[in-house]
């Protein structure tokens, strides 16, 4: 059974390698697109949501390069970056490589040009750059901003008898209200998934600015980061504690983020849920299954006193080139209408996307967009999107362990600060 197995996994990338190159496939052919042929892997091109943005990405491209034909691959997200460092291993691949913002990009830089002289136009107009950097230099455009605000129900604080406009300020008042909910609706207090381990890069950069100062919220996003400090061991004490206190739905362990844990905060059964501000999981999404009205979003209630929480958010997923492609100048082109403000416009009003092009009307979008919009004036970068991608992985596992009660905090920090350093 393992030989088939494993057999199977190298036939899936050998299929995807072949079938997403276009003329950049494995038998022979030189890397990167034919000089009339691009090709784009993402996960995003299948999705209904997206097709009037992609139409208008094409339409743009088109104006400057009739002649060159734009292949979309999308590849399923679960196996995608896997396939992708297949595709880097063997040199060969997609020309535009869709990304998310943080340490997905930057362990990948190897295999990505710089865009920093194809991009000089838009730096004015996009946000988000600084998620798709590094070492001072840009391997990607931003699409979309990524945040994490706090969701609420305000239909189940009506019904608890609590201010639907005025949720709670402090740790101890929210976790008050909590209790209040579950006695009068039924409904836990939060929604989480982590059978992923991505519960706890929501809970842990939702609830940061609560809890840390902002200078150590400074370093950390600079790399300085304390492992040991009072603040970090708080925050995952914190994740424990809301687990422990059966706080969130049952099974956190063995429920999806996407789309489950989404499901349980949509349907009613929790009054709460750390969610996405784009392009799923988000605003649009809940406004589907509860009246738009009824989605609130909150600021992070006050874990230690005298800090100001703030709207976490970065660039959220956005094109690079990869440096095998046969014309860089076109390829960049291409990354360029991607990121255009009509294609943008459309990538908003489709799918609810926060487009990184700050031209961007989202006035329409209902009072949960406006409230995540006003935040983005005074947010700052995600602590986790900070951290390099095998300590995010390592996070994972160890928040499920936290949540299980076979580790400790000082032995989860302890892990963490070691794989920090080594990274």
Not at 58 to 73: I, L, T
Not at 149 to 171: C, F, I, V
Not at 327 to 349: I, K
Request: charged letters at 20%.
């Amino acid at each position: 059974m393992r030989q088939r197995t494993l057999w199977s996994a190298v036939l899936v990338l050998g299929l995807a390698l072949s079938a997403g190159c276009g003329s950049a496939g494995v038998s022979g052919s030189p890397p990167g697109g034919s000089g009339d042929k691009l090709v784009v892997w993402d996960w995003k091109s299948g999705d209904p949501s997206a097709a009037a943005y992609l139409e208008k990405a094409r339409a743009d491209f088109a104006k400057s390069h009739p002649g060159v034909e734009v292949e979309f691959v999308a590849q399923p997200f679960d196996q995608y970056y896997t396939l992708l460092g297949a595709a880097i291993q063997a040199g060969k691949g997609p020309d535009v490589i869709l990304f998310n913002g943080g340490g997905q990009l930057r362990d990948r830089v190897d295999s990505l040009l710089p865009l920093d002289t194809y991009v000089a136009a838009d730096r004015e107009r996009l946000a988000g750059w600084d998620a798709f950097a590094h070492g001072g230099k840009t391997y990607a455009s931003p699409v979309t901003l990524q945040g994490h605000p706090w969701y609420y129900n305000k239909s189940l604080y009506e019904q608890a008898g609590l201010d639907p406009d005025a949720p709670a300020g402090t740790w101890d008042e929210f976790v008050e209200d909590c209790g209040v909910i579950a006695d009068r609706t039924g409904a836990k207090c939060f929604a989480v998934g982590n059978k992923e381990g991505i519960g706890i890069q929501f809970f842990l950069s939702a609830t940061g600015s609560a809890v840390l100062a902002p200078d150590e919220y400074d370093r950390w996003i600079a790399g300085e980061r304390d492992w040991t400090s009072p603040g970090v061991k708080r925050i995952f004490e914190l994740w424990r504690q809301v687990e422990a206190a059966g706080l969130n739905n049952d099974g956190v362990n063995s429920t999806a983020m996407f789309n489950d844990a989404f499901a349980v905060f949509q349907s009613g059964k929790a009054a709460h849920v750390i969610g996405l501000m784009s392009d799923v999981g988000h605003w649009k999404d809940f406004a589907e299954f509860l009246e738009p009205d009824d989605v609130g979003v909150m600021a992070a209630p006050v874990v230690v006193p005298g800090v100001t929480p703030s709207l976490p958010y970065d660039g959220g997923i956005g094109y690079g080139v990869a440096k095998w492609t046969r014309d860089p100048e076109v390829a960049a082109d291409l990354v360029r209408s991607l990121t255009s403000t009509e294609a943008l416009r459309a990538f908003h009003a489709d799918a609810g996307a926060i487009a990184s092009d700050t031209t961007v009307d989202v006035s329409a979008g209902g009072p949960a967009v406006t409230a995540i919009s006003s935040g983005l004036r005074t947010g700052k970068p995600a602590l986790h999107v900070a951290l390099p991608s095998k300590t995010v992985d390592l996070m994972g596992r160890l928040s499920q362990q936290l949540l299980s009660g076979s580790v400790t905090v000082d032995e989860a920090v302890a892990q963490l600060a070691a794989s920090d350093e080594a990274s």
